[in-house]
Nanobody, 122 residues
């Protein structure tokens, strides 16, 4: 059974940094596409960043140059380093995984964590 558990969210001021973690279990971690998504109140899920099957990375335009996605296969852990945070980054952040599909759209992923809240104040 695939399980994803996020941590690392919190409240920061504009310009601050946070690092999110997602610990995966129940499957062969390195064989899945992994991604970070976010959802702000009243808005749809937004793809933030993904690591593909070939370890290539893709970012949403809104976070390029500020966020970095990475993973440690030995620890079955996905990370999202978020720098230069802005109030518009405020959202619930979700980790996602899929064995066969990959992309910044939420429908590419079958497995989701419970989310971790990120709040950026001005």
């Amino acid at each position: 059974q695939v399980q994803l558990v996020e941590s690392g969210g919190g409240s920061v001021q504009t310009g601050g940094s946070l690092r999110l973690s997602c610990v995966a279990s129940g499957y062969t971690y390195s064989s899945y596409c992994m991604g970070w998504f976010r959802q702000a109140p009243g808005k749809e899920h937004e793809g933030v960043a993904i690591i593909g099957f070939d370890d290539s990375t893709t970012y949403a335009d809104s976070v390029k140059g500020r966020f970095t996605i990475s993973q440690d296969n030995a620890k079955n852990t996905l990370y999202l380093q978020m720098n230069s945070l802005k109030p518009e980054d405020t959202a619930m952040y979700y980790c996602a995984a899929d064995r066969y599909r990959c992309g910044l759209s939420w429908f590419n992923f079958d497995y989701w964590g419970q989310g971790t809240q990120v709040t950026v104040s001005s």
